[in-house]
């Protein structure tokens, strides 16, 4: 069994140096940052093919949209209102 061209004996040595060098109080605390970090990672990769789709998303909707006619505001009718209330 290799795992990056490395073989059982290799990964062995490896873990007891890191035993030896952190210590078996800190190995589960060193194991949960590892894990966040590969987890960050993951996501952030994810979080950029999800921008590049949105952008192009975008983009799409953007060509396809026709500026709308630019309406006249309403008129304001409440000042009329009042002046009539007031004569009665």
């Known amino acids: ?14 873990l007891a140096v890191i035993l030896l060098i952190f210590g078996p109080k800190n190995l589960p605390k060193l ?7 590969v987890r960050n990672l993951r996501e952030g990769l994810g979080s950029d093919k999800a921008e590049e789709a949105m952008e192009l998303a975008v983009e799409d909707v953007e060509d396809e949209d026709e500026p709308e006619p630019v309406r006249a505001a309403p008129k304001k009718t409440v000042k009329v209102a009042k002046k009539a209330e007031q004569t009665a």
Do not use: F
Request: no cysteine; glycine share 20%; net charge positive.
């Open 1 to 14: 069994m290799k795992l990056l061209g490395m073989g059982v004996p290799e990964l062995l040595i490896i």
């Open 31 to 37: 194991g949960a940052s590892l894990g966040k970090t």
